[in-house]
């Protein structure tokens, strides 16, 4: 019984980490990058770097916002990578 308590947690973590990758882009770096049109926001709520990781990441390496993004987003893909080989 352990074990299946272990792998739902594990699917869990996954989906959360995939959710996380797929939000910090749709969020934080989609405004950023380059693209048609000037209004890159995708809708009235989404404001550019609302990410509560991005800003004190970018206080404490001293970085852009947009590489602090990248950088969350790399680490959030090691992540869902390593829960899934545990799994």
Request: charged residues 15%; neutral net charge; aromatic residues 10%.
């Amino acid at each position: 019984m352990a074990g299946f308590g272990a792998e739902v947690l594990i699917e869990v973590g996954q989906l959360v980490l995939g959710f996380y990758g797929f939000w910090l882009v749709w969020r934080v770096l989609l405004p950023v990058l380059p693209g048609a049109g000037e209004d890159r926001r995708l809708s009235p709520f989404a404001m550019p770097l609302t990410d509560p990781f991005v800003g004190p990441l970018t206080r404490l390496l001293r970085l852009p916002p947009w590489v602090a993004a990248l950088l969350l987003l790399v680490v959030d893909a090691a992540a869902s990578v390593a829960l899934g080989r545990i799994g």
